[in-house]
Nanobody
């Protein structure tokens, strides 16, 4: 299992930037790729970005490609999401999780998430 604590969210104007962090504990962190997901009010949780176990490969949802960058620091058991050129439609609670098959959450339990609010 893996325990996850997301941080770094906040209120930002459209066009601004934020950097999210996900601190992971548990041995499972070193066995999985990691992903970021988000859930906007009234919508289902969706995949945003993923990074392979080594960190060498990254992949993104079309809606964030070119604006978001995912990375991981395995020495710190931490995954990051650098978000730039933010849009109001990026407003959501952001979560991280281990992933399997690219975009599927590995675990059913989630952290508390971190709120990102983008004003127009």
């Amino acid at each position: 299992q893996v325990q996850l604590v997301e941080s770094g969210g906040g209120l930002v104007q459209a066009g601004g930037s934020l950097r999210l962090s996900c601190a992971a504990s548990g041995r499972a962190y070193s066995r999985y790729g990691m992903g970021w997901f988000r859930q906007a009010p009234g919508k289902e949780r969706e995949f945003v970005a993923g990074v392979s176990l080594s960190g060498a490969s990254t992949y993104y949802a079309e809606s964030v490609k070119g604006r978001f960058t995912v990375s991981r620091d395995n020495a710190k058991n931490t995954v990051y999401l650098q978000m730039s050129s933010l849009k109001p439609e990026d407003t959501a609670v952001y979560y991280c999780n281990a992933v399997v098959a690219g975009t599927t959450p590995a675990f059913g339990s989630w952290g508390q998430g971190t709120q990102v609010t983008v004003s127009s």
